[in-house]
């Protein structure tokens, strides 16, 4: 995120107008976080001593040219410079170096360029958070996502295209179950089908529309995806089950991380006899429980492949 260019300027004249002396100046920065390294590299003395307007002009490139762009010291400037309220007397008053009406203005204009941008931040969030809930509201009723899980069973449609058509019904099915939900996404050539978001937790999705032993290879490439994310989780969905020997090869010795989910669990859903969150908590509780990955969502029982 980079510092607001027109509040930067107006920083550069309050503290201009604030400030007389060069190491009064230089002083400020420092008490806001400017190095040791970025305030030596602005001499302040000999032939080449910078100007006022110079010293402050080399801080800022300074802080400006680190990785961060330097927000810390900038937003620490700009909060010490919301509140200010002394005018030292010396160089306002006895010396009459600093100009008080002049500071006081700066200040205040300062004040309503922040103003300005906080409420441009507050307009920016609100919307945000519309469009994400309007994106987040089903678009279709659990009877609708029957009809068309039932039309894909019969239907010879290619294997891709039914596998995106089932994309959207589980996304659909975790936005009916008030689930936070995330649409397909591609990250680093990484395909992923999407995600949910259960009990504080993520969980990857994966969607798979093809025979049984046919998922062995793409469930180990998925759980591969899952490990490498911070405390992942994932769900492998597999309309035809899944063969017995990815089930023992995902449980032994390893960490469980992927939960695998088939058309009978689906269509368990699809009819009503469970919401999709009550499905995933059934399926964490006997993975948490019982170290069981595919388990029947209302009996608990292991399913055998």
Same mark, same amino acid.
């Given at each position: 995120?980079?510092?607001?260019?027109?509040?930067?300027?107006?920083?550069?004249?309050?503290?201009?107008?604030?400030?007389?002396?060069?190491?009064?100046?230089?002083?400020?920065?420092?008490?806001?976080?400017?190095?040791?390294?970025?305030?030596?590299?602005?001499?302040?003395?000999?032939?080449?001593?910078?100007?006022?307007?110079?010293?402050?002009?080399?801080?800022?490139?300074?802080?400006?040219?680190?990785?961060?762009?330097?927000?810390?010291?900038?937003?620490?400037?700009?909060?010490?410079?919301?509140?200010?309220?002394?005018?030292?007397?010396?160089?306002?008053?006895? *010396?009459?170096? &600093?100009? $008080?009406?002049?500071?006081?203005?700066?200040? /205040?204009?300062? +004040?309503?360029?922040? %103003?300005?941008? @906080?409420?441009?931040?507050?307009?920016?969030?609100?919307?945000?958070?519309?469009?994400?809930?309007?994106?987040?509201?089903?678009?279709?009723?659990?009877?609708?996502?029957?009809?068309?899980?039932?039309?894909?069973?019969?239907?010879?449609?290619?294997?891709?295209?039914?596998?995106?058509?089932?994309?959207?019904? *589980?996304?659909? &099915?975790? $936005?009916?179950?008030?689930?936070?939900?995330? /649409?397909?996404? +591609?990250?680093?050539? %990484?395909?992923? @089908?999407?995600?949910?978001?259960?009990?504080?937790?993520?969980?990857?999705?994966?969607?798979?529309?093809?025979?049984?032993?046919?998922?062995?290879?793409?469930?180990?490439?998925?759980?591969?995806?899952?490990?490498?994310?911070?405390?992942?989780?994932?769900?492998?969905?597999?309309?035809?089950?899944?063969?017995?020997?990815?089930?023992?090869?995902?449980?032994?010795?390893?960490?469980?991380?992927?939960?695998?989910?088939?058309?009978?669990?689906?269509?368990?859903?699809?009819?009503?006899?469970?919401?999709?969150?009550?499905?995933?908590?059934?399926?964490?509780?006997?993975?948490?429980?019982?170290?069981?990955?595919?388990?029947?969502?209302?009996?608990?029982?292991?399913?055998?492949?």
């Amino acid at each position: 995120m980079t510092f607001p260019a027109d509040i930067k300027g107006c920083m550069k004249d309050c503290i201009l107008s604030l400030f007389w002396p060069r190491k009064d100046i230089v002083g400020f920065f420092e008490k806001h976080g400017c190095t040791k390294a970025e305030i030596a590299s602005v001499p302040l003395e000999g032939e080449s001593a910078l100007k006022r307007h110079e010293i402050v002009d080399a801080l800022f490139t300074a802080l400006a040219a680190r990785s961060d762009d330097g927000l810390g010291p900038f937003r620490a400037m700009l909060q010490s410079l919301l509140n200010w309220s002394h005018f030292d007397p010396y160089y306002f008053d006895k *010396l009459r170096k &600093l100009d $008080r009406s002049a500071a006081a203005k700066n200040l /205040e204009h300062l +004040r309503q360029l922040q %103003e300005i941008r @906080d409420a441009k931040i507050k307009a920016d969030r609100d919307r945000r958070a519309a469009d994400e809930a309007a994106r987040q509201q089903p678009k279709a009723s659990l009877e609708q996502l029957r009809t068309e899980y039932l039309d894909l069973l019969a239907n010879k449609i290619s294997r891709q295209q039914r596998g995106y058509a089932l994309e959207r019904i *589980l996304a659909e &099915l975790s $936005r009916l179950s008030r689930l936070g939900t995330t /649409e397909a996404f +591609r990250l680093n050539g %990484e395909q992923v @089908d999407g995600a949910v978001k259960f009990d504080g937790e993520h969980y990857l999705i994966e969607a798979k529309w093809q025979e049984r032993t046919a998922s062995n290879e793409p469930v180990y490439q998925f759980a591969g995806k899952v490990a490498g994310k911070l405390y992942g989780r994932g769900l492998f969905v597999s309309v035809n089950g899944f063969s017995p020997e990815v089930i023992r090869s995902l449980v032994m010795g390893k960490e469980i991380q992927t939960l695998f989910i088939d058309g009978e669990d689906l269509i368990l859903v699809l009819e009503g006899h469970l919401t999709f969150r009550d499905m995933i908590d059934r399926k964490v509780k006997a993975a948490q429980t019982k170290g069981l990955i595919y388990v029947h969502p209302i009996s608990g029982v292991e399913k055998k492949s």
